[in-house]
């Protein structure tokens, strides 16, 4: 069965820091992409950020870039997001993802890899609020 677990959200102020985890287990890890994902209340599901688990590809949102990092521990099967300079719009519940990398995906990954809808595994989500 295949589980997406993430973890360290919480509330944190404006230039503070934040480290998302993200433990997977039921499936290859280095066979899939993973993607963070964050939705805040009204708006719709955004893409922030992706790793590619084989070959280390990472892309990130515009809106993220500079401030966010994605990682991955391929022996502890774990994608971390490590988040710096949060700002109060960061604020949202920020989901991880899988999709298995399939020689599509991985052809075109920066188009697909920040699109919700590539995804078919989802964790739970993990609440960040940061506060101005």
């Known amino acids: 069965e295949v589980q997406l677990v993430e973890s360290g959200g919480g509330l944190v102020q404006a230039g503070g820091s934040l480290r998302l985890s993200c433990a997977a287990s039921?499936?290859?890890?280095?066979?899939?992409?993973i993607g963070w994902f964050r939705q805040a209340p009204g708006k719709e599901r955004e893409g922030v950020s992706c790793?590619?688990?084989?070959?280390?590809?990472?892309y990130y949102a515009d809106s993220v870039k500079g401030r966010f990092t994605i990682s991955s521990d391929n022996a502890k099967n774990t994608v971390y997001l490590q988040m710096n300079s949060l700002k109060p719009e960061d604020t949202a519940v920020y989901y991880c993802?899988?999709?298995?990398?399939?020689?599509?995906?991985?052809?075109?990954?920066?188009?697909?890899?920040?699109?919700?809808?590539?995804?078919?595994?989802w964790g739970q989500g993990t609440q960040v609020t940061v506060s101005s």
């Open positions: 039921g499936f290859t890890f280095n066979d899939y992409v």
């Open positions: 790793i590619s688990s084989s070959d280390g590809r990472t």
């Open positions: 993802a899988a999709d298995f990398a399939s020689r599509t995906l991985l052809r075109r990954l920066w188009v697909l890899c920040l699109a919700p809808d590539e995804y078919d595994y």
